[in-house]
């Protein structure tokens, strides 16, 4: 996990290098990741067998569509784009990868969830899987179910660029500071600077608007997505290196263990296959210099 997040760290000079190379082979979008049909073509499909009756898998078989909670507007991770109307990243395209692994096609329907709906769009039915940098925790394992890991990544501190004195999560404390609502951004301030003020928000973009409208001085939130941000709009900063380490989980109704038994064997098999590779290098990877990561070990961590 170590070695994973370290990966993504040099994420922050490596943009600079490609704003100097100016790669023509980079997302027409900022901040997007590169079209995905060469790899989902590779993507595996179950056996039939693999789909069992009166499964959630033989469901979304038959409905012929994986009804995802996901973003549309988190860069290289689940992103819109304008000019082609598909949703494109990582969490986007694995979840494609998933769908074609059930159905045959990468048939996906995404529902735009936010961090503190995401459990009750699983428990009542409204979704089959989450892909949205949901962190594994074992409170919100009492809620939902969690395959993998399938990525981790780790909290960090975003500035507007200039912004002076913030050089670790200590010195948060007395200050305003932003946070995505139900994201365990929020108890890692509280211990580690207790007299922050927190101010809460629904969404990745809602945090960056209010960061540069200095309605708080510093937003802490998962590395990968500020990774993209700080590609996207460089009047960001990021200004400490990861201080936590986040394990991503697929999301899943809570006791479908037919369903989680499944969707890590599919895991499993993209991973051995170098089709989760491929997907990371299409999106984060298009920032990130080097080989991609090796993927954490499935069922590693506690809630997993």
Same mark, same amino acid.
């Given at each position: 996990?170590?070695?994973?997040?370290?990966?993504?760290?040099?994420?922050?000079?490596?943009?600079?290098?490609?704003?100097?190379?100016?790669?023509?082979?980079?997302?027409?979008?900022?901040?997007?990741a590169?079209?995905s049909d060469?790899v $989902? /073509?590779? *993507?595996?499909?179950? +056996?039939?067998?693999? !789909?069992?009756?009166?499964?959630?898998?033989?469901? &979304?078989?038959?409905?012929?569509?994986?009804i995802?909670?996901?973003?549309?507007d988190?860069p290289?991770?689940?992103?819109?784009?304008?000019?082609?109307g598909?949703?494109?990243?990582f969490?986007?395209?694995?979840?494609k990868?998933?769908?074609?692994?059930?159905?045959?096609?990468?048939?996906?329907?995404i529902v735009?969830?936010?961090?503190?709906?995401?459990?009750?769009l699983?428990?009542?039915?409204?979704?089959?899987?989450?892909?949205?940098?949901?962190t594994i925790?074992k409170?919100?394992?009492?809620?939902?179910?969690f395959?993998?890991p399938?990525?981790?990544?780790?909290?960090?501190i975003?500035?507007k660029?200039?912004t002076?004195?913030?050089?670790?999560?200590?010195?948060l404390?007395?200050?305003?500071? $932003? /946070?995505? *609502?139900n994201t365990? +951004?929020?108890?890692? !301030?509280?211990?580690?600077?207790?007299?922050?003020? &927190?101010?809460?928000?629904g969404?990745?973009?809602e945090?960056?608007?209010?960061?540069?409208q200095?309605?708080?001085v510093?937003?802490?939130q998962?590395e990968?997505?500020?990774?993209?941000d700080?590609?996207?709009?460089?009047?960001?900063?990021?200004?400490t290196?990861?201080?936590?380490?986040?394990p991503?989980?697929?999301?899943?109704?809570?006791?479908?263990?037919?369903?989680?038994?499944?969707?890590?064997?599919?895991?499993?098999?993209i991973?051995?296959t170098?089709?989760?590779?491929?997907?990371?290098?299409?999106?984060?990877?298009?920032?990130?210099?080097g080989?991609?990561?090796?993927?954490?070990?499935?069922g590693?961590?506690?809630?997993?």
């Amino acid at each position: 996990m170590k070695k994973m997040v370290a990966a993504v760290a040099v994420a922050v000079s490596a943009m600079s290098a490609l704003a100097a190379c100016g790669d023509a082979s980079s997302p027409a979008v900022p901040g997007a990741a590169k079209p995905s049909d060469d790899v $989902l /073509a590779q *993507a595996p499909v179950a +056996a039939a067998a693999d !789909i069992l009756p009166g499964s959630t898998m033989e469901k &979304i078989k038959q409905r012929g569509e994986l009804i995802v909670g996901g973003s549309l507007d988190a860069p290289l991770l689940s992103q819109q784009n304008p000019a082609t109307g598909q949703v494109e990243g990582f969490d986007a395209d694995l979840g494609k990868a998933l769908a074609k692994y059930i159905i045959g096609e990468p048939k996906v329907k995404i529902v735009n969830s936010a961090s503190e709906t995401r459990e009750a769009l699983l428990s009542n039915g409204t979704v089959d899987v989450v892909f949205q940098t949901y962190t594994i925790t074992k409170e919100r394992a009492d809620q939902v179910a969690f395959a993998g890991p399938y990525y981790t990544s780790g909290l960090t501190i975003a500035v507007k660029k200039g912004t002076t004195g913030i050089t670790k999560p200590e010195d948060l404390n007395g200050k305003k500071v $932003l /946070a995505g *609502a139900n994201t365990p +951004a929020i108890p890692a !301030i509280k211990k580690l600077a207790p007299q922050a003020e &927190i101010l809460t928000f629904g969404s990745d973009p809602e945090c960056l608007q209010a960061l540069k409208q200095d309605r708080g001085v510093a937003y802490v939130q998962d590395e990968t997505l500020l990774i993209a941000d700080a590609k996207k709009d460089p009047s960001i900063e990021i200004v400490t290196k990861p201080f936590t380490v986040d394990p991503y989980g697929i999301g899943l109704k809570h006791g479908d263990d037919q369903m989680k038994a499944f969707t890590n064997a599919w895991l499993k098999k993209i991973q051995d296959t170098g089709v989760w590779q491929k997907v990371w290098k299409n999106s984060i990877g298009t920032v990130v210099t080097g080989d991609a990561p090796q993927p954490p070990q499935i069922g590693s961590v506690p809630g997993s």
